[in-house]
């Protein structure tokens, strides 16, 4: 929760509450959710219990960072030559069932006030997106972000249905931790904006499930094909990287030759970093 986020995609993050709920997926397929670092993060500070407990809001002076962000947003602009980015939220699921409905309506409040910063909304229940928007979404806040989690194709059909339906700025989706093949983009002919793939990391090594290069490239291959910004974050761990799975490279040796500095296990592809962003208008939400 600070204004310097190590996360690669973004600049700042941002949690209005705390908490969440577990997804559950048929046939126990594997989830994205067994090894949460949010559920982790709870238990070792030990601030909120993790599943069907209570959300804690987060305190006052703290709603107050996004406010002095987006003041600044001018020189912000100036040394990057963008716009901030503020993931919203890493600890908790914006459009969680379980929080009450007048903080939601407080954090649309705090979006529409802070209009020069983008904010990066990520779920796991798209569903409940288009019960929970604000009166005035209209075909969407300029500055918003949604996004959806999807593990592998299955999870991707099933999520990305329902975050396509909804008009937003920009659509993406977190191909992270990658369990299986993403596969075909296009969704009743729409496609997201931006996609960001990684395997999974913060989990001890016996845990860690494997993310096949075969299928990033693959994923990649269709970013391309349809036009979407694909974003390389992180193989993982290097057991995953191409170097070691392909080129029979020791991890020791692939650290050296694919170093990256902000990520695990390397972020390279057939000798490239993918690292795009999707081209958004950049206009405030009263410009809008």
Not at 55 to 61: D, H, Q, V
Request: with cysteine; glycine share 10%.
């Amino acid at each position: 929760m600070a204004q310097n986020s190590t996360i690669e995609w973004t600049d700042s993050t941002f949690n209005p509450w705390v908490g969440c709920t577990k997804i559950d997926r048929p046939r126990n397929a594997p989830s994205a959710c067994d090894f949460c670092y949010a559920e982790g993060w709870s238990k070792r500070s030990g601030h909120v219990k993790w599943g069907n407990h209570p959300r804690r809001r987060t305190t006052e002076s703290y709603w107050r960072a996004p406010s002095k962000w987006n003041a600044g947003a001018g020189e912000f602009q100036r040394r990057n030559g963008r716009r901030q980015r503020v993931f919203c939220a890493s600890l908790a699921d914006v459009f969680d069932n379980q929080v009450d409905p007048t903080w939601r309506s407080d954090l649309w409040r705090l979006i529409r006030e802070c209009a020069e910063l983008d904010w990066q909304l990520l779920t796991k229940r798209p569903q409940n997106i288009r019960k929970m928007l604000p009166d005035d979404w209209g075909q969407g806040y300029a500055n918003v972000w949604l996004g959806t989690t999807a593990e592998d194709a299955e999870a991707y059909q099933q999520r990305g249905k329902h975050l396509l339906a909804v008009p937003a700025a920009v659509h993406f989706v977190s191909y992270e931790p990658a369990m299986g093949p993403l596969g075909p983009l296009p969704i009743a002919g729409k496609v997201p904006s931006w996609v960001i793939l990684g395997g999974e990391s913060g989990v001890a090594l016996d845990k860690t499930r494997p993310t096949r290069p075969q299928w990033v490239r693959d994923a990649i291959a269709e970013c391309l094909r349809v036009g979407v910004a694909p974003f390389l974050k992180q193989w993982g761990r290097y057991a995953n990287n191409p170097l070691v799975v392909e080129d029979g490279m020791s991890e020791g040796d692939a650290r050296a030759a694919d170093p990256l500095s902000n990520g695990k296990g390397g972020g390279l592809l057939d000798g490239r970093f993918y690292r795009e962003f999707p081209k958004t208008l950049g206009v405030s939400v009263a410009a809008a």
